[in-house]
Nanobody, 121 residues
Framework: QVQLVESGGGLVQAGGSLRLSCTAS????????MAWHRQAPGKQRELVTT???????YYADSVKGRFTVSRDNAKNTVYLQMNSLKPEDTSVYYC???????????????WGQGTQVTVSS
């Protein structure tokens, strides 16, 4: 069994910063891509950023230059540093990871429970 637990959400004023963390635990052999998604009320969930085990990153255009993703492979943790936050960044942020539980076994996508980020104007 694998669990992803996020932390770090909260309320911040526009222009402020927050740092989200997500730690995977349980039966883990290898973690491939880790990602952050977000979903605002009444909208579809959207991909914010991804990072591979080798450190290759992708950012949605809406967050480029403001958000930075990083990971600590030894701690099975991915971080999202969010700077220059805007009211339109208000969403529930979800961590997602592709995890292999045994050598030569399949990998599966796992999701965290989500953490609320609210940016006031």
């Amino acid at each position: 069994q694998v669990q992803l637990v996020e932390s770090g959400g909260g309320l911040v004023q526009a222009g402020g910063s927050l740092r989200l963390s997500c730690t995977a635990s349980g039966s883990i052999f290898s973690i491939f891509v880790m990602a952050w998604h977000r979903q605002a009320p009444g909208k579809q969930r959207e991909l914010v950023t991804t990072i591979t085990s080798g450190g290759r990153v992708y950012y949605a255009d809406s967050v480029k230059g403001r958000f930075t993703v990083s990971r600590d492979n030894a701690k099975n943790t991915v971080y999202l540093q969010m700077n220059s936050l805007k009211p339109e960044d208000t969403s529930v942020y979800y961590c997602n990871a592709n995890i292999q539980s045994a050598m030569s076994g399949p990998s599966y996508d796992y999701w965290g429970q989500g953490t609320q980020v609210t940016v006031s104007s």
